[in-house]
């Protein structure tokens, strides 16, 4: 078992920078993928990113590469989001997400992969 809770989300107006971050406690965090999806409102969510176990992998949605970097910190069992040069089409709520660790993926993108939510973090950008 994994708990995920996010924190980080806020106002910023479009072109700013926000870094959102996930905090895990429970067993094996460093056994599991990690990754953020995030929710539009009125939309599905949708995959941003994720990282593999050691850190070293990552994978990014098109709408967001090269401007957002994920990173992992497994002492501090705590993943990050940074987001740059934001625009309002980034407006959601974002959730963290983990995998069980008998998952040996380097990235899944497909949010039924994941077994371990968060409540999400509001992340709103004003243009």
């Known amino acids: 078992q994994v708990q995920l809770v996010e924190s980080g989300g806020g106002l910023v107006q479009a072109g700013g920078s926000l870094r959102v971050s996930c905090a895990a406690s429970?067993?094996?965090?460093?056994?599991?993928?990690t990754a953020w999806f995030r929710q539009a409102p009125g939309k599905e969510r949708e995959f941003v990113a994720s990282v593999s176990r050691s850190g070293d992998r990552t994978d990014y949605a098109d709408s967001v590469t090269g401007r957002f970097t994920i990173s992992r910190d497994n002492a501090k069992n705590t993943v990050y989001l940074q987001m740059n040069s934001l625009k309002p089409e980034d407006t959601g709520d974002y959730y963290c997400?983990?995998?069980?660790?008998?998952?040996?993926?380097?990235?899944?993108?497909?949010?039924?992969?994941?077994?371990?939510w968060g409540q999400g973090t509001q992340v709103a950008v004003s243009s």
């Open positions: 997400a983990a995998t069980r660790p008998t998952y040996t993926e380097n990235t899944i993108r497909e949010e039924g992969q994941y077994a371990y």
């Open positions: 429970g067993r094996a965090f460093s056994a599991r993928l």
